[in-house]
């Protein structure tokens, strides 16, 4: 049982643990994204959270970073390392950006649209 001191917490990265995530090399993501905020000394600036599925399953191994609403897709653990350095200097991860909540933005990554919510 945690219950971590959020004061400075910028950044909440969800890291799918679904299966089709775990499948994608999800375990060895989220330890590698983990390693590296340590290895920068970002504990305090970016909190991890192992999820279950997200429902972008095609997309896996999926990564989403709040309060940015930024989705990412196919993220492996040198990805998983870069996205970690790029929110350190404030930065997103542009080659696996594959949905973002801010109204004008432009994901560049090509990925399946999904089916439609009724
Ligand atoms: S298992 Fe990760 S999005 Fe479904």
Redesign the pocket.
Known sequence: MSTWNLQGTSCHLLI???????RQQ?EEVTVAIREEITRLEADRLIHTTRT??????L????VIAYPQGLWYKEMTPETGKQLVRKLVSGDRLETNLVYAFEPDAVATGASVTGIDKA
Do not use: E, P, T
Request: glycine share 22%; hydrophobic share 15%; charged share 15%.
């Open positions: 799918c643990n679904g299966g089709s995530c775990m999800g279950r599925c997200n429902g972008r399953c997309d896996a191994c999926v």
